[in-house]
């Protein structure tokens, strides 16, 4: 378990956003965010967001989520709230 705030914040996880000790599921949610940019060319949450605005939309919001894709249901789990309900890197 980790708890340093090193990293993207647009890519942060909701327990990494809270302060929380987090490990490998908050990799697994950055991978989601990612592959929704990489399939939208736009990041998952707004970069003009200012950085209590952009960590109340991920804690707060409903999770974002890649409409009719084949991606869709590896997002929607990437992004699950609940680090113990996301999938494994296996």
């Known amino acids: 378990q980790l708890n340093s705030a090193v990293g993207s ?4 996880s909701p327990e990494r956003v809270q302060g929380e ?3 490998t599921p908050a ?3 950055s991978f989601g965010c990612t592959i929704i ?5 736009q990041t998952a ?3 003009q ?3 209590i605005e952009l960590w109340e939309s ?3 919001d409903p999770s974002p989520r890649l409409a009719n894709s084949a991606l869709s249901s590896l997002v929607d789990g990437c992004l699950e709230k609940d680090p113990q309900r996301r999938p ?3």
């Open 88 to 90: 494994t890197a296996k």
């Open 45 to 47: 949450f707004d970069p």
């Open 9 to 12: 914040a647009l890519y942060m």
């Open 27 to 29: 990799d697994i949610w």
């Open 49 to 51: 967001q200012s950085v």
């Open 58 to 60: 991920i804690v707060m």
């Open 21 to 23: 000790a987090y490990s």
């Open 37 to 41: 940019e990489l399939a939208t060319g």
